[in-house]
Structure formats: structure tokens, C-alpha cells
């Protein structure tokens, strides 16, 4: 009966470690991000909800609105730049027509991003396009992440 509790603890034990440690990997993380400026562009289709760096890393989301003016343009060109207006890069998104909201999720990997600027395109221009980072990471792919450092390290 004795090892029966002594396992039982165990697994609470690392259950609240996983907890634990998911809730201060959040909370790091998110405190690090500073909100980011949009730079003047006449473009009310384009709703942007969230747009925040870190020195490292940023996100912007937000939301192309094709209701009422159609927009002819094919892609979405977001351009990054430091506190000083270097240009650091740029990102094009394909626009689809046919759907009359677009969400906009765009993850990028640059140093020191103060500021962006959004314009829509009809052709890309390849010279000073960064890559993405293909998406974050959800609470499920998370937690299994978290469950295999458990398992590893024990």
C-alpha cells in the first residue's frame, strides 16, 4: 500500500510540475513581447488586432475585410523596421478573393522590429523577403512537448 501512495504522489508531483512549468513558460514569454507600431497606410480593409516583437521574434494578426470594396490586389505585403526606419525585410501573403474575411497570421524572426508598414500588391518582389516561422505552438502540442521532457528526463 505504501509504494501504491508513494507512486501516486509521484505522478501529482509531476503533474503540478507540468503545470507549473506551463504557466511560467507562458507567462515569460508573453511579458517579453512590446506592442510594435503601424506606420500610416490608407488601408481600412486591414484590420490588425495584434502586432508585438521581441528583440528576437514578432507576431502580427488581424484581418482583411473583403465585404464591401473588393479588393483587386493579390497579395498582402507587410514590410518591418527598426526604431530608426531601416528596413529589415518584407512578407507577402497570398490574398484569397474569394472569401470576404481573410484572417491574417504572420510570425517572423528579426532583430529589433519597431514598426510596419502594410500595402497591397499585385507581385512579389523577391529581393528582401524573409521567411516566416511556419506558426506558434497551441496548448496541446505544448502540453505533449512538456510531457516528453517529463518522460525524458526521469
Not at 495584434?50 to 528583440?55: G, I, M, R, S, V
Not at 517572423?108 to 514598426?115: E, I, Y
Amino acid at each position: 500500500m505504501d509504494k501504491v501512495k508513494k507512486y501516486i504522489l509521484y505522478i501529482a508531483l509531476i503533474a503540478l510540475f507540468a503545470l507549473f512549468s506551463n504557466l511560467l513558460i507562458a507567462v515569460g514569454l508573453n511579458a517579453n513581447y512590446k506592442d510594435i507600431e503601424r506606420k500610416q497606410d490608407n488601408l481600412s480593409q486591414v484590420e490588425i488586432y495584434q502586432a508585438e516583437a521581441t528583440k528576437v521574434n514578432g507576431r502580427i494578426r488581424g484581418i482583411i475585410n473583403n465585404k464591401d470594396n473588393k479588393i483587386e490586389e493579390n497579395y498582402l505585403k507587410i514590410e518591418f523596421f527598426t526604431a530608426r526606419d531601416v528596413n529589415m525585410g518584407s512578407k507577402y501573403i497570398e490574398i484569397d478573393h474569394e472569401k470576404e474575411e481573410i484572417p491574417i497570421e504572420a510570425f517572423f524572426k528579426l532583430n529589433n522590429v519597431a514598426s510596419y508598414k502594410i500595402s497591397l500588391v499585385n507581385e512579389k518582389d523577391p529581393q528582401g523577403e524573409i521567411e516566416l516561422i511556419p506558426k506558434e505552438l497551441n496548448k496541446k502540442e505544448i502540453w505533449i512537448a512538456t510531457f516528453f521532457a517529463v518522460v525524458l528526463f526521469l
